[in-house]
């Protein structure tokens, strides 16, 4: 039977298979590359746009950022590439692979690399927002260099993933798909269970508790409003300041200021035990708060939607991938068309980033509107 009937019995009952299967996989052909083309033009477009406005607007030139400019890198990577490619074999092949096997070996490194390094992008992000509110230390030294280290090792990590069934982890089979038009490299239990949880479980586990932990605490610490910085008789916002005196010697002096919530009105308590020069030192009680919290906060929210939007997007996907690789479930003739359209699902979530950017940030929205040249 050939490939063209067996696409056909995808979509079609049997009885009516032997009249009209040319008829319906000419319209499904045709409906399905409009599709594919619009899909590729969308991922291309909104990818492009986000490049572009991280160059040309300065205030989205920021560590975190640089991060999100590398993920649309491998977006575009998938638009310009990736899905173009498997558009072409759904569409001319009908799913079958008859390109041989460098061509093969070819797409699924440039596939599977694209996937690994999407996800690890978004790990890595979640690992950046999480030690930016809770290490001091990260945010002073975090730095285009730093941010640019992790990139590489996300790029090294995701190619060493993709590679990986080309240095030992291809099965004895490999061949033998070949010769029947089927492009899968590796059966291997060990390496089908390594991607199901190196590349979608574990990141996926740890990108949910992360951004659960950077929401609360920007949640928590969007108490406290802090006053201008550079005014320090601003009272406008809630704080706690104290403000502590000591000298060297066996005197001591101890000044305590207490401002409560209103700007109108504030009470001293000041008790000095002996009048000498002293060094004063302003503490401010505000439990680590940083300036940008509510800022934090609407970062963690829009990114914790692209996690959620990876999961949804690519769960599955990596679900009909264990089910089939590692516990050996079988099923009908026709799961050719989940796996597809589970694998398409997981593509749309490289048109999806740019459009997530757009609703949820003011900066990314204006820079998109510029480029347009939409007012």
């Known amino acids: 039977m050939s490939n063209k009937s067996v696409f056909c019995k995808t979509f079609i009952k049997q009885d009516d298979f032997d009249y009209i299967c040319a008829e319906k996989v000419n319209f499904i052909v045709f409906i399905a590359g409009i599709f594919f083309v619009i899909f590729i033009i969308l991922t291309v477009v909104g990818n492009s746009l986000v490049i572009l406005a991280i160059f040309k607007d300065k205030r989205l030139r920021t560590p975190s950022n640089y991060l999100i400019l590398s993920l649309a890198v491998t977006d575009l990577i998938v638009g310009l590439i990736t899905v173009p490619w498997r558009a072409f074999q759904d569409l001319r092949d009908y799913g ?13 490194v440039i596939d599977r690399l694209c996937v690994d390094a999407s996800i690890f992008h978004l790990l890595a992000i979640a690992i950046d927002r999480f030690l930016c509110v809770t290490s001091v230390r990260y ?17 090294f990590a995701a190619f060493l993933l993709a590679i990986a069934a080309f240095a030992g982890w291809r099965d004895d089979k490999y061949e033998e798909r070949i010769a029947q038009d089927i492009c899968f490299v590796s059966t291997a239990f060990s390496l089908n269970l390594t991607v199901l949880l190196v590349i979608f479980t ?12 950077v929401y609360q605490i920007a949640k928590k610490n969007i108490r406290y409003k802090p006053g201008n910085s550079s005014d320090a008789s601003s009272t406008n916002h809630s704080q706690n300041q104290n403000i502590e005196s000591s000298v060297g010697n066996q005197n001591e002096s101890k000044v305590s200021f207490s401002a409560s919530e209103s700007s109108e009105s504030a009470a001293a308590d000041i008790k000095v035990q002996r009048q000498k020069p002293v060094t ?21 929210r829009t990114l914790f939607i692209i996690t959620a939007c990876v ?15 590692i516990f050996d479930v079988k099923f009908a003739s026709d799961s050719n068309f989940f796996f597809n359209g589970s694998l398409w699902l997981g593509y749309l979530n490289s048109l999806l980033n740019p459009i997530i950017y757009a ?17």
């Open 139 to 155: 945010s002073v030294s975090r730095n285009g260099k730093r941010i640019a280290l992790m990139v590489g090792v996300v790029w």
């Open 96 to 108: 079958t692979w008859p390109y041989g096997a460098l061509l093969c070996d070819l797409r699924v």
């Open 280 to 300: 004063i030192e302003i503490k401010r009680n505000t439990k680590k708060f940083n300036p940008n919290d509510r800022r934090e906060k609407k970062v963690a």
């Open 359 to 375: 609703a949820t940030n003011t900066y990314y929205r204006d820079a998109f509107k510029k480029i347009l040249k939409i007012k």
């Open 202 to 213: 574990i990141p996926v586990i740890l990108m949910t508790i992360l951004y659960i932990r």
């Open 311 to 325: 999961i949804l997007c690519w769960f599955p996907f990596f679900t009909y991938y264990a089910l089939t690789s």
